[in-house]
């Protein structure tokens, strides 16, 4: 048998540990094929982790007497097992999957592979993770000389046959055989351009028989051979294919994007092909139950007639909105909204569904949870506990949380007049501004630079799926609503415009063209993917109001959530947006980011300079004005509420300008010698300055710098307190290792405030505690809480130290090889390593409170505002976490979450 040209593919993680399981113990027997069809199914919509999400789902609809073509799905074991087995397929599943086209047959009374009644099919990929269009599909399978002679006797219809012909010979030449698509797309664009057609439909069957010759042509001269005649060679070799694609770069891409992790591979469906080109009366759409961008109660369906699924999904036809399905097929068009409302009933949750019209007869080839924006999410939510579908606490679980990071981007400015250029379908919310590039890998370069790009498409791919990840936002001329664009912009939560028919675009040139107007690559535009309009230039954005869906679903996840919920806030501005979103307290506030202010860095750079004790008290008198100041608006903003405040932590070189030009301008600012300040960046420099002189090593060597924060932080709050402003202050010493460091810089605290309450006769209790952030503090920590009066865990750190990892290098770098490779399953700097960091979190909790009875415990590095990280803390029982400002929505409705799972 002719086999296709293998694509190495390395074997997955989730393989790797399963084939190490299997040389131990031998496996037992298993159901490797599912089928479904004729009002049954061997599966049910609880099995995704076997049958993957689309087979699980067309086992459901199939029970439930929904119209589903019979098939068949293989299990995602067996993807597994075909990894283990060296790219080969299992022992026997050969066997097995004839007899499951068996199956098939009898159900439909065709043959596979000939006449008269020939069966064709379509396989598909499907993991339990939705994936969309990041794995293959083969599509028409079964065609060979034989089957288009009988299929065009049976329908007497040579055009649709030799379209689907055209169409197999393209996908199996891709995604089996590995051409290049473009070599067997350019033959057909060249036949259009020579015959004058605009659109694919516009070809006769004339014009396809000969395309398809020439396609064959093409099919040879790629793969040194002819195309396969024998169907079961055909189905064999597109099924490894289909399990194959589980490893390409796309899906690698987005499943490490995405964060989908642990699964064991795709499961395979086999099912018999519908066609939505074979006649007037026949159509293939995509829809969604609800609006997947607003969340409205309406049916949101594309629908393209005489076309097959293909042509949605990747745009290459832009669709019809379904009132031209009311005015072709009432009927059809009454049936597909009974099937909205009973799948809806029956999933609890919008759907998105895609189906094919055969000749007027409805046919439902897959349902799934849809994507939706963070928008749409909380209403769909509300709205479904309001018609009694759902509780409230299953609506929580429904939503996304990373995604509500949607709710708060900017929108543009409505008092602004732009130059509006062209208008398309406004297929995924939300405002983006950036420089035009026309392919994935020019979106790549440009972000790296830290340029903001805007990716203009005839239609995207899941090949683009890294430059797609990259940009703020698509244009695409073609394709709808339901577009590939479209759907994974949703899901991403970037910006979208799709079937933009008015731009020509010239990809070789590098420019697009609206009306004689000529926009090259690197130009900016604008686009609204609310509105669908592109305009030239940068057009003014404003903050977003938040609306009462959000405030509601807010209310229902403080309701629900045991962990409390903090900010990381340096400056009173910042205290008061954590507040507008709902923070319950600072739980860091940054010290350092007060020096680095224009009007304060030269006299920080004063004390680092002087000769004495002396002097850097000098230095210091004139910056704890500035910090009571600092300190008290933090205090006024979070009136009520507990303020934690770092002591100082960098290490000092941070502060000392190291070009020449700086160095003469601060000399002459500060009144030194330019040498004086060269010679402390000398002294200062430390080869790894993470481990070097930083945090209560400073207060150590320079135990004035913390008394004079010890006494601004007490001086303010006691100024507060005469405000009748109830602040709730404490102190915060980082980078203890040893509980003598921390002993020291809290007996040294200690008395700064005293003194300072005895100069004021007012007293104030201001608890001291560290971070633990190193290690061997969180190994010790039974007795670093004899010290502290609360525990912050700093997992940035405690994660650079556990891991030997500094994060500043390996993000971007190797960590990205070591998640890919299956080595971490996700980055760990932005999801704690709940074996390794967990663990060490995990002993000093314990021994802290088992030292210190009741020893209150957070988080408050970025880890903080991530939902899987969040999950942990509140198994771990911490009392709160701490996020920047703008990521404490998450935070409120991941802690929920965490407490209903």
């Known amino acids: 048998m002719l086999r296709p040209r293998s694509s190495e593919c390395p074997m997955p993680s989730s393989s790797r540990r399963a084939a190490a399981r299997s040389s131990r113990q031998p496996a037992a027997p298993q159901k490797r094929i599912y089928l479904f069809g004729d009002g049954k199914a061997d599966g049910n919509a609880k099995m995704k982790d076997l049958l993957g999400g689309k087979g699980a789902n067309l086992a459901e609809m199939a029970a439930i007497g929904l119209p589903v073509p019979p098939g068949f799905t293989i299990t995602t074991e067996m993807c597994d097992a075909f990894f283990r087995g060296g790219n080969k397929m299992p022992a026997g599943l050969e066997d097995e999957t004839r007899k499951s086209i068996a199956f098939i047959e009898k159900s439909l009374g065709r043959t596979f592979g000939k006449g008269p009644k020939a069966l064709l099919v379509s396989i598909r990929s499907g993991a339990a993770a939705s994936m969309p269009g990041m794995m293959d599909t083969v599509l028409n399978l079964g065609l060979n000389e034989q089957t288009v002679a009988a299929l065009i006797k049976e329908t007497g219809n040579t055009r649709f046959v030799y379209d689907s012909y055209r169409r197999f010979i393209t996908m199996y030449g891709d995604v089996v055989m590995h051409a290049d698509r ?259 890998k020019e979106a790549e370069e440009r972000a790296v630079q830290g340029e903001k790009v805007i990716l203009v498409r005839h ?111 340096d400056t009173p501005a910042d205290a008061r947006k954590a507040r507008e979103f709902g923070a319950q307290g600072i739980g860091l506030c940054r010290t350092e980011h007060m020096f680095f202010d224009e009007g304060r860095i030269n006299k920080m750079r004063e004390m680092i300079l002087a000769k004495s004790v002396e002097g850097r008290r000098r230095a210091l008198a004139k910056l704890e004005p500035m910090q009571r100041e600092d300190f008290f608006g933090l205090f006024k903003a979070m009136d009520g509420l507990p303020v934690t405040i770092r002591l100082l932590d960098p290490p000092l070189h941070e502060f000392l300008p190291l070009d020449a030009r700086t160095q003469e301008r601060v000399a002459e600012e500060i009144g030194v010698q330019v040498e004086e300040i060269q010679a402390a960046v000398s002294r200062l420099h430390e080869s790894n300055p993470m481990l070097g002189l930083r945090g209560c090593r400073l207060g150590l060597l320079f135990p004035e710098v913390y008394e004079m924060q010890a006494r601004a932080i007490a001086a303010a709050a006691l100024e507060a307190v005469r405000h009748g402003i109830k602040a709730l202050p404490e102190l915060m010493i980082p980078l203890v290792g040893h509980v003598e460091e921390l002993r020291l810089m809290r007996d040294l605290c200690v008395a700064a405030i005293k003194r300072v309450q005895d100069e004021q006769g007012l007293c104030i209790e201001i608890p001291i505690g560290t971070m633990i952030e190193v290690p061997r503090a969180a190994l010790t920590a039974d007795k670093v809480a004899e010290q502290a009066e609360f525990f912050s865990f700093g997992t940035n750190d405690l994660t650079q130290m556990t891991l030997g990892v500094s994060r500043d290098d390996a ?29 060490l979190m995990k002993m000093g909790k314990e021994l802290g409170r088992a030292a210190r009875p009741g020893l209150k415990i957070g988080i408050c590095g970025e880890h903080g505002g991530d939902p899987e990280s969040i999950a942990l803390c509140h198994e771990l029982g911490f009392d709160y976490v701490s996020c920047s400002p703008y990521r404490l929505p998450i935070a409120r409705l991941a802690a929920a979450q965490a407490a209903l799972k």
């Open 811 to 839: 993000e971007g770098g190797f960590l990205v090889e070591y998640v890919t490779r299956g080595i971490y399953p996700v980055d760990p700097f932005a999801t704690i390593d709940r074996d390794g960091v967990g663990k």
């Open 459 to 569: 239609e995207t791919s899941a090949d683009d799926i890294r430059g797609m990840a990259l940009s703020e936002g698509f244009l695409t001329a073609r394709g709808g609503r339901t577009s590939h664009a479209a759907v994974v912009a949703r899901q991403m939560g970037k910006v979208c415009v799709s079937g933009c028919g008015a731009i020509e675009i010239d990809e070789p040139h590098q420019f697009f063209s609206v009306r004689g107007q000529i926009v090259r690559s690197g130009d900016i535009i604008s686009i609204d993917g609310g509105t669908g309009k592109v305009m030239l230039g940068e057009v003014p954005r404003v903050q977003p109001r938040l609306d009462e869906d959000f405030a509601t679903i807010m209310h229902w996840a403080d309701d629900a959530r045991t962990l409390k919920v903090r900010a990381n806030a």
């Open 182 to 440: 473009k070599r067997f797309e350019h033959e057909f664009e060249a036949l259009k351009k020579a015959r004058g057609y605009k659109q694919d439909t516009d070809a006769t069957a004339e014009d396809l028989q000969g395309l398809c010759e020439k396609l064959l042509r093409v099919y040879r001269a790629a793969t040194g051979e002819d195309f396969p005649q024998d169907p079961w060679q055909q189905l064999e070799t597109a099924i490894e294919a289909v399990f194959r694609s589980w490893n390409n770069p796309r899906a690698i891409e987005y499943r490490r994007l995405n964060r989908v992790v642990g699964l064991r591979g795709t499961a395979v469906n086999v099912q018999a092909m519908v066609f939505g080109n074979l006649d007037d009366n026949s159509a293939t759409g995509v829809g969604f139950t609800r609006d997947p961008s607003t969340g409205e109660n309406t049916f949101f369906c594309d629908v393209l007639f005489k076309a097959q699924g293909e042509d949605v999904v990747a745009g290459i036809r832009t669709p019809l909105h379904l009132d031209a399905l009311k005015a072709a097929l009432p009927q059809v068009h009454a049936e597909l909204f009974k099937v909205r409302d009973l799948l809806e009933r029956h999933q609890r949750d919008m759907q998105d569904i895609e189906f094919t019209i055969q000749s007027g007869k409805l046919y439902l080839l897959q349902c799934r949870n849809g994507k939706r924006t963070a928008k749409a999410a909380l209403k769909i939510a509300i709205d479904l506990v309001n018609e009694k579908l759902l509780t409230r606490e299953e609506a929580l679980l429904k939503i996304d949380a990373s995604s509500l990071n949607q709710l708060l981007h900017p929108t543009f400015d409505p008092r602004h007049k732009a130059a509006v250029l062209a208008e398309g379908v406004p297929a995924s919310p939300g405002a983006a501004v950036g420089r035009v590039v026309f392919s994935s």
